[in-house]
């Protein structure tokens, strides 16, 4: 199909930064400046006029004089790692000699500083952090506010030790899982599924929280474990969250790139941001995704899912920081994520970042129309900001920047989904912006310290009530014979941006199965929590007619009966699947 985009973009820029979080010293404050030219140190022999630090972790900010719109845009679409942006200026992390090559065609004022001072005192920090961390665990006084008490970043591993022990400690509500795929070097991709009866399913609505799509945003880790103790320590006390483990399914990915976080935690490459990604369609070693030479490379995983993918605001260069990857959802983590959600009904999703103080939803692309249910989406939206301290809130273009592939499109035009990205931790400076010293990850989960009224938990909480608030999604109800499995379908096709290939401008289609299964209750009677058959259009601010089929089998997986239902948000439908044939008398099992 060929295609040209008449639709007017109408991206602003950024907004200044939020002046009201704190700004520590960093690279200006600390380092020495090097003022010169990039056009200079880019054709400089290697290391000859370059800090020793600087030859050996291939990085340095450059601090770039751009005003207007249309600078800042041409800024941006050179896909560098642009860590601020403030109306005169922006602070470029340059992460080799290609970023400043491509910084130096632009032509602007530059000064580029040195980071060891910086990556030296994040160094000493971290030991200690884990030093204190050490301490505490035999010393209780030293213990933070967080639910756990921890005082320093978890280790992937110590991650993941964490959520079988959860499991353990509360077998009947917590079910660590597999996603559907492992990340690019292997490793399993884990999630949590926290619920009352976590093996009865029972339709209940469902809520996905989620880190790590980016390697660096390490607090985002932080922020989604602690989420999990809290939630099911406090469950016997707290009336509030009884409520929610009872009514709803929690679910919970810590790390969607844990390879990057591998990399990044390890500080092999402390800066990283995307994926192990070396050479499209080829696996890497580990070994090659930790070679310096590497650092630059990766697939950015929020600008892979497939709606929208490859628009603006993301790039077909391997070596940009929003790399888009050679095809909508050509990294398997992203699959992975996509898989989830079309096998889940998860009504409210928030994907947890760093660093900037937004709260984000869809669009995030100017090729996007205003979602016809904007004022429920936007509503909730309003909520979460306020949670976080009434941070700057609303469409990506509007309070943040331009993205395309994200996160929020994919859940809204597949799934319906209403998924919001807030930006963490804000106010610091240079290398310390992505996860900056660890009381500011205890200070943000609740609110206070440096964050006074700028709540994680509580945004989370709202956003977590919305997905059980009936006005959020829709409900299927009716008897079936008891024991059967009911399964509800919808194929979907979902497009890319128009994108430019062999001299031919096209979109690219992706066709996604949503399915998902419940087993019906010894009463006979279900109630089940989904999301609309009406779908958000990625053309129109209208909502597509589909409709869900609702299907009952017998044991050789033979459709016995099956009922097309339409069905909008908000709304409740009675089905009849009284006549399916009824299904062996055996203890209700943990049917999907
Ligand atoms: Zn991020």
């Known amino acids: 199909m060929k295609l040209s985009s008449t639709r007017h973009s109408r991206w602003a820029g950024a907004s200044p930064r939020n002046a009201r979080w704190p700004r520590r010293a960093g690279a200006f404050g600390l380092a020495a400046v090097l003022s010169t030219t990039l056009a200079t140190a880019a054709t400089a022999a290697p290391g000859s006029e370059q800090p020793a630090s600087e030859a050996a972790t291939g990085l340095a900010i450059a601090r770039v004089q751009v005003s207007g719109t249309a600078e800042r845009q041409k800024l941006m679409d050179l896909g560098l790692d642009v860590i601020d942006l403030t109306s005169t200026h922006a602070e470029v992390l340059l992460h080799g000699e290609t970023d400043r090559a491509r910084l130096a065609s632009g032509n602007w004022p530059v000064a580029v500083s040195d980071v060891s001072a910086q990556l030296t005192a994040m160094t000493a920090a971290r030991a200690a952090e884990d030093r204190r961390e050490d301490a505490r665990r035999t010393d209780p006084t030293l213990a933070s506010g967080l639910p756990t008490g921890r005082v320093s970043y978890r280790t992937l591993d110590e991650a993941e030790s964490e959520m079988r022990e959860l499991e353990r400690r509360y077998p009947d509500k917590v079910k660590v899982f597999e996603l559907s795929r492992r990340s690019l070097l292997g490793h399993p991709i884990l999630g ?308 430019t290939r062999d001299g031919e401008t096209a979109v690219l289609p992706s066709d996604l199965r949503i399915e998902s299964t419940i087993r019906v209750p010894d009463s006979g009677r279900f109630e089940w929590h989904v999301l609309p058959s009406l779908r958000q259009s990625q053309d129109s601010s209208i909502l597509l007619p589909e409709s869900w089929v609702v299907s009952c089998r017998n044991p050789a997986g033979k459709i016995h009966r099956a009922v097309a239902v339409t069905i909008g948000r908000g709304e409740t439908k009675a089905i009849d699947l009284s006549r399916c044939p009824a299904g062996p008398r055996k203890p209700i099992g943990a049917g999907r």
């Not at 591998?262 to 090659?288: D, F, L």
């Not at 949670?387 to 592939?405: I, K, M, N, Q």
């Open 192 to 499: 949590m599924e926290i619920t009352s009866d976590v093996d009865t399913y029972s339709g209940k609505p469902a809520f996905l929280t989620s880190g790590l799509h980016h390697a660096r945003e390490w607090p985002t880790l932080e922020f989604t474990m602690e989420f999990a103790w809290d939630v099911l320590e406090n469950y016997g006390t707290d009336r509030r969250i009884r409520n929610l483990v009872d009514s709803t399914r929690l679910i919970i990915v810590p790390a969607v790139n844990p390879d990057g976080y591998r990399i990044s935690r390890e500080r092999i490459h402390e800066m990283k941001r995307k994926n192990c990604r070396v050479a499209a369609g080829a696996v890497p070693t580990w070994e090659q995704c930790a070679s310096p030479d590497a650092a630059p490379l990766g697939v950015d995983l929020n600008r892979n899912y497939g709606a929208f993918w490859g628009g603006p605001g993301s790039s077909a260069s391997p070596t940009a920081e929003n790399h888009h990857g050679a095809a909508p959802y050509s990294e398997p983590e992203i699959a992975a994520m996509t898989d989830l959600l079309n096998s889940h009904q998860v009504v409210v999703a928030v994907n947890n970042h760093t660093p900037d103080a937004r709260l984000l939803r869809a669009p995030s692309s100017p090729l996007e129309p205003v979602p016809a249910e904007v004022a429920l989406y936007d509503g909730l939206a309003q909520q979460l900001g306020t949670a976080l301290g009434d941070w700057p809130t609303g469409p990506w273009p509007e309070v943040y920047y331009v993205a395309s592939g994200v996160a929020e499109q994919q859940g809204l035009y597949a799934n319906g989904t209403l998924g919001f990205t807030p930006e963490l931790t804000p106010g610091h400076s240079g290398l310390e912006r992505f996860h900056p010293q660890y009381q500011y990850v205890v200070d943000q989960y609740r609110g206070v310290g440096a964050y006074p009224g700028s709540s994680i938990r509580e945004a989370l909480l709202i956003a977590w009530s919305a997905a059980a608030d009936r006005r959020t999604h829709s409900v299927l109800t009716g008897s079936a014979p008891r024991g059967i499995e009911l399964t509800i379908s919808k194929d979907v096709s979902v497009n890319s941006s128009p994108v």
